[in-house]
């Protein structure tokens, strides 16, 4: 199946993404990777790219936002310097809080990763 095609409702109605593409009310741009997931923090979209489509070989900074104008924000650092330190997914949003490979929970100040 092709996923590519799917769009998903991240919890705002006016926030959605379809592969590399991340969508806010009429605004869309275009990202370097998949996105798993994407939630509205505060003023910003914070994203998570998917693990999987980072370079081989090296640390993949996967979690980053943006400013609802698409312009970015911040890229957040990881709690380590192992390949295996990626972020897989969102815990809470009040606090920020992100899940990592390593079995981390990391919380992200929102105003600059």
């Not at 009310?25 to 923090?41: M, N, Q, R, T, V």
């Not at 990881?78 to 009040?94: C, M, N, R």
Request: glycine fraction near 8%; charged fraction near 20%; aromatic fraction near 14%.
């Amino acid at each position: 199946m092709d996923t590519s095609a799917i769009t998903k409702d991240v919890g705002t109605p006016e926030l959605t993404f379809n592969h590399c593409t991340l969508r806010f009310g009429e605004k869309s741009w275009p990202l370097p990777y998949p996105i798993h997931d994407a939630k509205i923090i505060g003023d910003k979209a914070v994203v998570i790219y998917d693990y999987m489509a980072g370079p081989p070989g090296q640390q993949f900074r996967n979690a980053v936002a943006f400013h609802l104008d698409g312009s970015p924000a911040w890229t957040a650092e990881h709690p380590g310097q192992d390949q295996a330190d990626l972020y897989v997914e969102f815990i809470s949003t009040e606090p920020l809080i992100l899940w990592n490979y390593a079995c981390f929970w990391c919380e992200i100040d929102p105003s600059n990763g």
